[in-house]
């Protein structure tokens, strides 16, 4: 993830502590893991669209976005789930309904967590990359993903169109290893004005990374390398259970962030002159990401 707009710079051994947890900290596996509410099956909608933003074929850098992948019930359960660990502040007299926004300030609560390693995923988190994994199989204009099995994933890398799905083949190939296509998970919490620097993920992170988007639409601000004379920034909408898909020259090349304003020109228009707004409640987000092999190392200013 990137800055947060307002969100100051901390000493190296405050964010090293921050991101991976001292020897005292008591979030291990067993604690994440309890028993919490069962997911709704199928996790994901079949039948999503799955749009490509930034251009079709060949233009396309990347970036994919599954619209409403995740439908109210499945919105409802990861909700509850993320409530149920405490991982983030919720207000008391919020609603826990996948359709509601609404939100009261947590006065500088938590906001964001991360957690690394599949073995330190909640089961909520677990069923989730799984099956956003699974999604990132599917191909534009195809609503079934192929099967993840060990058989099946050996044939798909096989099919010379393989690589016209959401993930490249390398990626989608990471569901073969323990560790998974995804072992790496942040839980965030926005308020209507906060943003989101513009950035490209930490080279630490390997390739594909996914973003759930839930309860507040918000726009995402695509932006190509610096000195790119291929297009300008996109606007991107993101809709309460949209997944969006970045790999390829969208993860490693191209910025995303979000403006820090509390409502954002409707959708089709650039305003801010004659433009309609459409205004920000709270929004939730969980983006899934692998850990690198060599990407243990955190160097930061002590």
């Known amino acids: 993830g990137g800055l ?11 964010l090293i502590r921050e991101v991976f947890g001292s020897d005292s900290d008591s979030d291990d596996a067993d604690e994440l893991n309890h028993p919490g509410p069962s997911p709704p099956a199928p996790l994901m909608r079949p039948g999503c669209v799955v749009e ?4 079709d074929g060949a233009r396309n850098p990347g970036m994919f976005v599954a619209r409403e992948a995740l439908g109210e019930d499945a919105r409802r359960w990861l909700l509850d789930s993320i409530r149920a660990d405490d991982l983030v502040d919720f207000p008391d007299d919020e609603p826990s309904t996948a359709g ?4 009261a300030p947590t006065g500088g609560g938590r906001n964001q967590a991360m957690r690394f390693g599949r073995d330190h995923l909640p089961r909520w988190a677990l069923a989730l990359a799984d099956a956003v994994a699974k999604l990132a199989t599917t191909r534009p204009g195809v609503s079934k993903g192929v099967s993840l099995s060990p058989t099946a994933s050996a044939s798909a890398s096989a099919a010379d169109d393989d690589d016209d799905a959401i993930f490249p083949r390398e990626v989608l190939a990471r569901a073969l290893m323990p560790s998974g296509v995804f072992n790496q998970m942040i839980v965030n919490q926005y308020e209507p004005g906060e943003g989101l620097a513009p950035h490209v993920d930490l080279h630490a992170f390997a390739d594909g990374v996914a973003v759930v988007s839930l309860r507040s639409t918000v726009v995402m601000d695509m932006s190509p390398p610096r000195g790119s004379s291929c297009c300008s920034s996109t606007p ?4 309460p259970g949209d997944v969006m898909f970045l790999s390829r ?3 490693w090349e191209w910025s995303h962030g979000i403006a820090a304003r509390v409502a954002d020109p409707a959708e089709g228009e650039t305003g801010p002159e004659g433009a309609s707004w459409v205004r920000r409640g709270c929004r939730t987000s969980v983006t899934l990401r692998a850990m690198r092999e060599d990407g243990h190392e955190l160097r930061v200013p002590a």
């Not at 947060?4 to 405050?14: K, L, Q, S, Y």
């Not at 509601?100 to 939100?103: E, F, G, H």
């Not at 991107?236 to 809709?239: P, Q």
Request: charged share 25%.
């Open 4 to 14: 947060r707009h307002g969100a100051g710079m901390r000493g190296g051994v405050e």
């Open 52 to 55: 490509t933003p930034l251009g």
């Open 100 to 103: 509601s926004d609404r939100c």
């Open 236 to 239: 991107v909408w993101l809709r």
């Open 249 to 251: 020259a969208a993860r």
